[in-house]
């Protein structure tokens, strides 16, 4: 079994900055289920992460324990303009800060530029690569242009009138004193 410093799925975050170890692999998309969940079955690709532990002086002169994640990958969508599939390119590069508790991550990250979590002995980096990636997900994916004109719905009464009516018909019936049905 790995150490809890080197192993990705249960990462001891502290000592994992302490060593400043730098980790980087690759998950299939298979093994991220709510990210496989909110894309299209033809998603699939590899997802390569890398996640470095750091050691910082802090303000009071105390050690900050940190983690810099970066992941990449492409995602299939469904474009909401045309409704066909599209491919999307997902990057991360985040910088998380650990401290001691669910409450002082709480008050730190709502003033804080970057995310702040509560310091974990068993940090499980495939969920937080999950996580950052879930969040990187256009909200409304579409085309910047779509390959394919879009249709234009027209009902099927619309469509009858169009064939025996002409644009002042109505009009010309009304001046006659008839109106049409």
């Known amino acids: 079994m790995k150490s ?3 192993d990705p799925r249960h990462l001891d975050a502290e000592a994992f900055a302490q060593e400043s170890v730098r980790l980087e692999g690759r ?3 298979d093994d991220l289920l709510r990210l496989k969940q909110s894309t299209l079955p033809e998603s699939g690709a590899e997802v390569a992460w890398t996640a470095e532990g750091e050691r910082r002086e802090g303000r009071a002169g105390s050690a900050e324990t940190w983690l810099h994640l970066t992941a990449e990958t492409s995602v299939t969508l469904q474009c909401q303009r045309c409704l066909s599939p599209m491919t999307v390119p997902l990057s991360i590069d985040s910088s998380i800060q650990f401290v001691a ?3 002082a991550a709480a008050a730190l990250d709502a003033d804080s530029e970057h995310d702040v979590l509560a310091l974990s002995r068993d940090l499980d980096l495939l969920t937080l690569v999950e996580d950052e990636l879930l969040l990187a997900l256009p909200i409304v994916p579409r ?3 779509c390959p394919q004109p879009l249709a234009v719905p027209v009902s099927p009464e619309e469509e009858e009138a169009g064939k025996e009516a002409h644009p002042f018909a109505a009009l010309a019936a009304l001046k006659r004193g008839h ?3």
């Open 4 to 6: 809890r410093v080197t």
């Open 27 to 29: 998950w299939s998309q």
């Open 101 to 103: 508790g669910e409450d």
């Open 143 to 145: 085309h910047e242009q």
């Open 179 to 181: 109106l049409p049905n």
